[in-house]
Nanobody, 119 residues
Framework: QVQLVESGGGLVQAGGSLRLSCAASDSIISFSAMGWYRQGPGTQRELVVRITRGGVTNYADSVKGRFTISRDNAKNTVDLQMNSLKREDTGVYYC?????????????WGQGTQVTVSS
């Protein structure tokens, strides 16, 4: 069973930075894509950023220019550097990983880490 463990969340003032990390129990190159999602209070889970095995990234418009995803294949980690944080970035951030067998795709999720941005 794949395990994804997030870390690095916390409380930060608006304009500040946080770095989230996701550690995978499997080699991250075995996943067709990995990403970060978030769920704010009273909202649905939404995509923050996704990166494919080939390195193609897809950022939500709301975070473009402020957030950066990176990965370390040797450490099996995917990080999310978040700069210029805004109150609306508050939420639980989830790491995700997708594995395709050519026929179907299976998604895996971490337990989430809370990010709170205060004004």
């Amino acid at each position: 069973q794949v395990q994804l463990v997030e870390s690095g969340g916390g409380l930060v003032q608006a304009g500040g930075s946080l770095r989230l990390s996701c550690a995978a129990s499997d080699s991250i190159i075995s996943f067709s894509a990995m990403g970060w999602y978030r769920q704010g209070p009273g909202t649905q889970r939404e995509l923050v950023v996704r990166i494919t095995r080939g390195g193609v990234t897809n950022y939500a418009d709301s975070v473009k220019g402020r957030f950066t995803i990176s990965r370390d294949n040797a450490k099996n980690t995917v990080d999310l550097q978040m700069n210029s944080l805004k109150r609306e970035d508050t939420g639980v951030y989830y790491c995700s990983a997708s594995r395709s067998n050519g026929i179907s795709v299976r998604d895996y999720w971490g337990q989430g880490t809370q990010v709170t941005v205060s004004s």
